[in-house]
């Protein structure tokens, strides 16, 4: 585990999973500084279908400029960064590669520790995201309702 204060950690966050490159800058507690998508809407469509080589190759064009401009957005330079997680699947192996390798350059570079996620874990565990669930209780107060809390309702 990176050191220091976990809420004040800084981690870049790279997804490459199918069609859309994204990253994210994320706090520790939660808080997201920064987030960019390149979308690859209309790509695919005279496929019917997302085309794995497309998508690669889209993502391998997308990735550089996807996660500078995020950190840039962040306010952050990248040795700032505590670490740095990627989709390691499921996903399309071709796409999760480009991610990966990405990821696994940026941690190198700069000496970060890098840690794989799960996709589908991920999407899960967004519901108990510290930041999320901030947001949740704030709008829960705002309209007067009390909703029980369901932290894991999909594992």
Same mark, same amino acid.
């Given at each position: 585990m990176p050191a220091g204060d #976990? *809420? &004040?950690? $800084? !981690?870049? @966050? %790279? &997804?490459s999973s199918c +069609? +859309?490159?994204? *990253?994210? !800058? !994320? /706090? @520790? +507690? @939660?808080? %997201? $500084? *920064?987030?960019?998508v390149a979308s690859q809407v209309g790509l695919h469509e005279q496929y019917g279908g997302v085309k794995p080589d497309v998508a690669c190759k889209a993502h391998a064009a997308a990735i550089q400029a996807t996660v500078d401009e995020t950190i840039a957005a962040a306010g952050?330079? #990248?040795? /700032?960064?505590? *670490? !740095?997680a990627v989709t390691i699947g499921p996903g399309l192996s071709l796409c999760l590669q480009v991610g990966v390798r990405h990821a696994l350059h940026i941690a190198a570079q700069h000496q970060l520790p890098w840690i794989p996620v799960h996709h589908m874990e991920a999407h899960a565990l967004m519901a108990a995201m510290p930041g999320v669930l901030h947001q949740q209780q704030q709008q829960q107060q705002q309209d007067g309702q009390q909703h029980p809390k369901m932290t894991f309702p999909a594992l």
């Open positions: #976990p *809420a &004040e950690w $800084l !981690v870049l @966050g %790279i &997804e +069609d +859309d490159t994204a *990253a994210a !800058v !994320v /706090r @520790g +507690d @939660g808080s %997201i $500084l *920064a987030h960019r952050i330079q #990248p040795q /700032r960064l505590t *670490a !740095v």
